[in-house]
């Protein structure tokens, strides 16, 4: 998740799952979710599906293409947020979307931050202890960042756990600077 969501997106999204509950098609709408992400992943395809040029068939005919599947709900998602001109709402949308499906299926993601690439037994050990003290299924993506210097940076949902070396010698430096004062 990068820069900041919309709220309104989160809205959409509480509505979006309440209806696949509803109708039991959960994974149905994890796709149609999808493909509104992909259809407004750049602000240049909002512009064009928000264009005054662009008629309802042929934005029905677009969401066809991308999703051949689309139910009639689905579709009138899309339609409902093209009216609205809410079309931009679609990567914050799906962003919110992800992770109240993740909870619904008891999942959490982290994103494990290392000074070096993690070997396979150390992911799966860190998975296990993030699963232990979650409660949840752990998905852990990993990114490689050498000014850290070592340890791991720990993020679940909106959790950060900062077990670097950088960060405990910038505390270390901190305790010093006070009791030198």
């Known amino acids: ?14 509505a979006v799952l309440e209806i696949a509950r509803e109708q039991g098609n959960l994974d149905s709408w994890v796709e149609a979710i999808e493909a509104l992400e992909s259809l407004t992943s750049r602000p240049e395809f909002v512009a064009a599906l928000q ?10 005919a677009i969401v ?12 009138n998602l899309f ?30 993601r982290a994103v494990v931050t290392s000074a070096v690439e993690l070997s396979p037994e150390s992911r799966v050990q860190l998975e296990q ?25 720990v993020r679940i949902g ?12 910038r505390a270390l430096r901190s305790q010093l600077e006070r009791a030198a004062l």
């Open 1 to 14: 998740m990068a820069g900041t969501r919309d709220v309104a997106g989160r809205r959409y999204a509480s």
């Open 51 to 60: 264009a005054d040029g662009m008629t309802d068939e042929n934005f029905q």
């Open 64 to 75: 066809r293409r991308v999703m051949p599947n689309v139910t009639a709900a689905q579709l």
């Open 79 to 108: 339609r409902l947020l093209r009216r609205k001109s809410r079309l931009g709402l679609g990567p914050d949308i799906a962003s919110f979307f992800r992770e109240l499906v993740d909870n619904e299926r008891g999942i959490a």
């Open 129 to 153: 202890r993030l699963e232990a003290q979650t409660g949840k299924h752990v998905s852990v993506e990993t990114q490689v960042d050498p000014s850290i210097l070592g340890g791991l940076v």
């Open 158 to 169: 909106d959790r950060l756990v900062d077990g670097s070396t950088r960060a405990r010698l």
